[in-house]
Structure formats: structure tokens, C-alpha cells
């Protein structure tokens, strides 16, 4: 199948490892131009660019580069996150802050500076990475829920507001996804337990039975942003091995 990604110019954040870094092999793969983004200074992209994405300018500056690199952006994948283990009643002000910064603004910023080429071409795909957490709020991550629902909100206001542009906009929401944040020590599994119990009780909650891999998380990362999804728009995507239901 051909997705007509062929020399799209693709900018996708937090993109060194985990689901960005599966997304920018994938845009690879299928010959596209990928823009990565992260606070270091080597990255994935035929071109990257180091930028403290949760900080005013941060996402601006990315997109800058892209555009006097390439002219253009066809595609953007706002992907950057952050996740922790915490109660609801030892949040601070702080957490939610960098909550909101990380998981909401990233998108927000780096959307508007992307929308007024889109505008000017006539098209444009944009894919928000959520979660699962913004449509079953998880106990143990409730700043993460609650921003990732915010981003799902985000997500279809830009549809509403662009598509007559020919601007798409979607969201996906994966499951728990065996990347660094679940498996590194100190990461997700070990704040929550001894992390083979961890694994196997998150495995066991998936209709599925396991958790999923960055690979099939970016997949449909890459179809929202093709030609073969052409006609879809504010949709939020569930890729979590059937963990939330879709309610129609």
C-alpha cells in the first residue's frame, strides 16, 4: 500500500526513543523527510533539532528550523509526554504545572506555528499522542490523565477549527507500551511494585494480553498522517489492545 508519504516533510517530538523513535523509522521507511526533536543534540531525523519542548519558544524554534530546512511541514506528531507514579493527594503545584507544560502546551505551541503553512498549502496532518489515561482516568497518574485528556479536547477543537483548510487533525490513544518510561529502573513498573508482577498485571488487564510495542503504536501514527486516511478527522484512534471500549 502506498501512503503517499513520499518526500512529506514529518516533524515528530520527543522523538529518541520509544513510540517517536518507531514513528520517525517508520516515516523513513516509507521515504518521507522526519524532523526530530528532543533536548539532546543527536537524533533519529535527516534533520534535529535540541529544544526544551515544555518551555515557551521551545516547540516555535523546532518548527522554525524544519521550515528553513525544508520550506515546509506536512506532517506533525506531537508525541512528547511525561509520566510518574503519584496519589492525588501529594500532588503539588509544581507537578501539575510540568504536567501541563509537557503534555498540553509541547502541542499546543508547536501547532500553531505549524498551522499557518498548512493554511497556506491547503493541507496539513497533525496526530496527538494520548493515552488510554484521558478516556479511563488512571488512579495512579491522575495529572496524567487529566492533561492527556486535555490533549484528546485539543485535538478535536483543531479539526473543528481547520478542516475546511484541508487540515486534519487526530488523536491516538495507546495503552501501556513497553518503552523506557515502563522498563528503565525507577521507571513506571518499578514505582508501582516488583516490576515482573507490575508487567504481568498490566499484560493480564489487556484484552490482548500484553503490553504494546512502540512499532504498533507508530504504525497508525503514520497511517493518520497519510494520504490513505485522507477522510479522517477528529477522531481519537485506541491503541491499547482493546483495554477501552469504543463508545459510539
Known sequence: MDLGLEEKVCLVTGSTEGIGLAAVNLFRAEGARVVSASRGTAGPGDLHVAADLAQPGGPEHVVDAALAEFGRVDCLVNNVGWAEIHRFEELTEEIWERSWQMNVMSAVRA???????????????????????????????????????????????????????????????????????WLEEGGLADQQGEREEIFAKVGAGRPLGRMATSEEIAAVIVFLCSDQASYVTGAAWSVDGGTVPIII
Open 111 to 181: 501547532t500553531k506555528a505549524v498551522l499557518p503553512g498548512m493554511r497556506e498549502r491547503g493541507a496539513g496532518a497533525i496526530v496527538n499522542v494520548s493515552s488510554t489515561a484521558a478516556k479511563r482516568p488512571s488512579p495512579g497518574m491522575p495529572e496524567y490523565s487529566v492533561t492527556k485528556a486535555a490533549l484528546l479536547s485539543f485535538s478535536r477543537l483543531v479539526a473543528d477549527l481547520h478542516a475546511k483548510a484541508g487540515i486534519r487533525s487526530n488523536a491516538v490513544t495507546p495503552g501501556p507500551t513497553a518503552t523506557r518510561a
